[in-house]
């Protein structure tokens, strides 16, 4: 795999080519975070692309779990609309409650 970036990051790790265009704005936040840090915008752009995949994974893995909880019955969604209004009600008498007082 080859990345390659608008701020002249290239790398190969694997045969496929991979490239990658960056706003010159992100582009020189990677050189001055390089620069900063003593990494090199390679490994900034890896371990940010890492984070993130395990970041997506993990977001795919609970709403696939919650999926499944649904389809089982062992949760029962409820109506988002009417969970509003319940919460906006219990506010409502909060507020009452606190201004008789």
Known sequence: M??????GVSRVV????V???LSPELGSRIQELAAT???TPDQLIEDAMAAYL????GV???L???????VSGRVTPIDGREFFE???????QLIKQRSAK
Do not use: F
Not at 54 to 57: A, G, T
Not at 64 to 70: E, H, V
């Open 2 to 7: 080859r990345v390659k970036s608008v701020v």
């Open 14 to 17: 694997q045969s496929s080519c």
């Open 19 to 21: 490239q990658v265009t």
């Open 37 to 39: 840090t003593g990494r």
């Open 54 to 57: 395990r970041e997506l994974e």
């Open 60 to 62: 795919r893995s609970m």
């Open 64 to 70: 696939d779990g919650r999926y499944d909880d649904i």
């Open 86 to 92: 319940g919460l906006r009600r219990c506010e409502d």
